[in-house]
């Protein structure tokens, strides 16, 4: 079946780099997402990689895919204060239209 | 400017009674969703509409209804809400099926009396 875990919880000081992990079951993924949420707000898409790719670099954001250990990413670079929000991985898989999230990471970060 | 409205952005209904939340979409995208996010949980999927087409995940409550009545607009209804329905409710739209990207509004807030 499809799962998505997540850490529930990372706290940085501005201008670290945050690194937030995801780990999904399913192989046949074949694209994961990453959204993020601010208070009270939607999930607006961030960034996403093809399973068939290891990296993916988008400004300051730094995807990473192990597809053996089925294990995902995003490193945010220079984190500002104004990237505290929760983050969701998700998984869709060929073939089909919906999207499994994981249950979400809250950053918070500290000046 | 907003692409995809939910409205309103905070709902207050009483136990039973019926409640309809909207989204609308200014993208012309083939895909509507309706997804229930409670505190601290992932965002779930309730149903999406493939053009008119209405696909209900089997899990979702019958209590939970939808309608399309175009393109642009989309309704959730809730006929009988219980305590337990109190959650935010994202819409989502995509341009297709199939590995798109979604894209989401800023989602109702309800809350049951």
């Known amino acids: 079946g499809e799962d998505v875990e997540q850490s529930l919880f990372l706290s940085v000081r501005e201008g670290d780099s945050s690194v937030i992990n995801c780990t999904y079951t399913?192989?046949?993924?074949?694209?994961l997402y990453w959204y993020k949420q601010e208070p009270g707000a939607g999930l607006q898409l961030l960034t996403y990689?093809?399973?068939?790719?290891d990296m993916k670099q988008d400004q300051r954001l730094t995807v990473l895919l192990n597809k053996k250990d089925k294990h995902l990413s995003l490193r945010i670079a220079d984190t500002q204060t104004g990237d505290s929000a929760i983050y969701f991985c998700?998984?869709?898989?060929?073939?089909?239209?919906?999207?499994?999230f994981g249950k979400g990471t809250m950053l918070l970060v500290s000046p | 400017d907003a692409m995809v409205i939910q409205n309103p952005r905070y709902q207050v209904t009483q136990f039973g009674k019926p409640v309809t939340l909207s989204c609308s979409q200014t993208?012309?995208?083939?895909?509507m969703y309706w997804y229930q996010q409670k505190s601290s949980q992932a965002p779930k999927l309730l149903f999406h509409?493939?053009?008119?087409?209405?696909?209900n995940e089997a899990d979702t409550p019958d209590n939970f209804q939808s309608r399309r009545p175009n393109t642009s607009f989309c309704f959730l209804d809730i006929r009988s809400p219980g305590l337990g329905d109190a959650a935010m409710y994202l819409c989502?739209?995509?341009?297709?099926?199939?590995?798109?990207?979604?894209?989401f509004g800023s989602g109702t807030q309800l809350s049951v009396l």
């Open positions: 399913d192989s046949s993924s074949t694209y």
């Open positions: 990689i093809f399973s068939n790719m």
């Open positions: 993208l012309n995208h083939n895909v």
């Open positions: 509409y493939y053009d008119k087409d209405f696909n």
């Open positions: 998700a998984e869709s898989i060929q073939g089909y239209s919906t999207l499994t």
């Open positions: 989502a739209t995509s341009r297709d099926r199939g590995n798109e990207k979604l894209f």
